[in-house]
């Protein structure tokens, strides 16, 4: 190579990592101009003497929580206008405030206005800003279930917030589970439900398998010590994030994204280290496992409103050829079930957080649900 041609080969070095970091500083731009609109509204509920399922007891569960909008009451003194939006296994609220998300519904004129909708945003038991292991428990936390983190859901609404009805509940993956729940548990308090990413059904077969060998990952590294670790477990991490990974992600766009063995194996050097940064052991454990007794299918037909249950071809962790969803969605008696095809707008099981690819659904359900 000559000296002009490494000159040049610098220079573009130089140029592609400004053109990223550009790219980078530009999302984290819009992010924040995103947030800055909507106004967001932080607080915390603590629930005292909260019982899990288990029959474990924590003295002060603390609920972290968003809002965005304020409450609007109808004729007879109701709130009419609020909307409860749910999270993924280890994300929070916080991460419906991005772009792609917020930008595409909470701004003005979006199906979800914040200007018409009062919307709430909670981080789950274990997640977020909310109580979890790494508080300072780590593995004397309680046992958490999905049971547990959707009554701490309502009594968050209820108790501290002082609603009785929602206009819709909308998760996703996680948050799309808790869904279903609450059109179980709580007949008349919701006038529709959203789910996104998921199936109705125990969590079995390879959903179950990848979950269970995630945890298996964690407990049997020796450096895990039963949860008392003073540094984190860091082989039974990088495995439990290299099966994550792999479960959430999407063929088409990391095919498109990283076309060379190269760029593969250059993105995981820098991925999988930065993603164990910001990753506790015990809390991921205790969020994968929380999954175990979910199972809302032989109660489906006690969900008697509207339901708009979107998932995608190219999800991993619920692929369509089950056929699960097909049969669920018959025992729903305002059920529909819409399978978006795979394609270079969609993210694997990640496509729940690109609204742009299904908030026409969104549109639908809200006029089919409208008092």
């Known amino acids: 190579m000559t000296s002009r041609t490494k000159r040049l080969a610098v220079v573009a070095a130089a140029l592609l990592a400004a053109s990223a970091g550009a790219a980078q500083a530009g999302s984290a731009a819009r992010e924040a101009a995103v947030v800055q609109a909507l106004k967001p509204v932080e607080g915390d509920f603590v629930i005292r003497h909260f019982r899990f399922q288990s029959g474990q007891t924590l003295e002060r569960l603390r609920i972290h929580y968003t809002t965005l909008g304020q409450p609007h009451r109808n004729a007879a003194g109701q709130v009419d206008n609020a909307v409860l939006v749910l999270h993924g296994t280890g994300g929070s609220g916080h991460q419906f405030l991005s772009p792609v998300f917020a930008g595409e519904l909470f701004g003005p004129g979006q199906p979800l206005d914040a200007g018409r909708y009062y919307i709430i945003l909670p981080d789950g038991i274990g997640h977020g800003h909310s109580s979890k292991p790494s508080d300072g428990m780590r593995a004397a936390f309680p046992d958490y279930d999905y049971t547990d983190m959707v009554a701490a859901q309502y009594d968050l609404v209820t108790k501290k917030l002082g609603l009785d009805h929602l206009r819709l509940v909308m998760g996703t993956s996680m948050g799309c589970m808790h869904s279903f729940m609450w059109g179980e548990a709580h007949p008349g ?126 999800d991993f962790i619920n692929p369509p050829y089950l056929a699960i969803a097909e049969r669920a969605v018959k025992r729903m008696p305002q059920g529909h079930f819409e399978l978006i095809p795979a394609s270079d707008q969609t993210y694997g099981h990640g496509t729940h957080t690109h609204a742009a690819v299904w908030k026409r659904y969104l549109v639908q359900l809200l006029r089919m649900s409208s008092p």
């Open 189 to 314: 308090f919701v006038d529709a439900l959203m789910p996104l990413a998921c199936l109705p059904v125990e969590i079995a077969g390879r959903n179950r398998m990848w979950r269970k060998m995630l945890i298996d990952a964690i407990r049997e590294d020796p450096a895990w010590d039963n949860g008392n670790y003073r540094h984190e477990p860091e082989q039974g991490l990088r495995t439990a994030v290299d099966i994550l990974f792999i479960a959430g992600s999407a063929p088409q766009q990391l095919q498109r994204q990283y076309p060379t063995g190269k760029a593969v194996d250059d993105f995981l050097a820098q991925r999988v280290p930065r993603t164990m940064a910001q990753l506790d052991a015990n809390d991921l454990m205790y969020q994968v496992a929380a999954s175990r007794d979910y199972d809302p299918m032989q109660h489906l037909a006690d969900i008697k409103i509207p339901v708009m249950w979107v998932n995608s071809t190219d």
